[in-house]
């Protein structure tokens, strides 16, 4: 059996599909096949609040190829997300009608709180200490979604509208960093040692460029020395001497910002990087969903 996962994200649009195995009633997943595709649906909805024929062309067609793909594949269940961009456009609903009729796929536009709870089911702490106390950090190109466990238990979460591709645009907003800011001050001053998840595309590379081994988790410091080296090259040299794709090289840096600031407000020293996204939780939603349905028949 295979599952597909959709993310529209407001960079990239990615395509998982899945491999589904049950062994002893536990039931995982092994990753197949994983593709992106940088549309960049962010400068559109958050500068006009609109996506452009070109991008939701873009969108149609990329959405034409994963059903094609899928179909291929012999995917027997799918589900597909838009996040920040698709929230923002006011053709949101309309572009998501339009990829109906013309590639056959279902698409849920979903809030922030769905998001982070989608980004959770990913299991990224399934290998950790759950008697301790960790603050999950995922990025986006629109919105970084925060949630807060102690214990293995959930204390709070939030979305806020800050991204990588809403600062390139100079979208974000002062009362919206000042929002996360107190967000996390205030629910995190009763713990003591939280250590960070960091989850998304920008934080996966900058843990390769950590180099670090043996899923060990990266410190505030390696992470500040990144940026410092990142952002002493021009956008041009991040591509043609550091070999960073170019739909990456610009948002890497507003990505340590926001992962740094994320870090300091929260006293955070320690960020583990399980390099599982947006994706991996959708995969994951469709087999607690369906697993359920199949014990409770």
Known sequence: MRYGAIDIGSNAIRLLIADIKENDGTVSFKKNTLIRVPVRLGDDAFLNHHISDKKSGDLVKTMQAFRNLMDVYKVGEYMACATSAMREARNGSDVVKQIKEQAGIDIEIVHGQVEAKIIYAS??????DKNKNYL???????????????????????????GTIRILDNQDTEESWNNMRDFIREHTRHFKGIFGIGTGGNINKLYKLSEEKNNSPMTFGKLKSLYDY???????????VLGLNQDRADV??????????????????????PTVGMVDGIIQTLIDENYVKTTLK
């Open 136 to 162: 999950y950090i995922d990025v986006g190109g629109g919105s970084t979604e925060l949630s807060l466990f102690s214990a293995g238990e959930l204390v709070a979460s939030k979305s806020f509208n800050i």
């Open 252 to 273: 890497i840096i507003p990505a340590c910002e926001i992962y740094l600031s994320v870090m300091k407000w929260a006293g955070i020293k320690n960020i583990y990087v």
């Open 230 to 240: 990142l952002d002493s090259f021009s956008l041009k040299d991040r591509i043609n």
């Open 123 to 128: 299991h990224a702490e399934q290998n950790i």
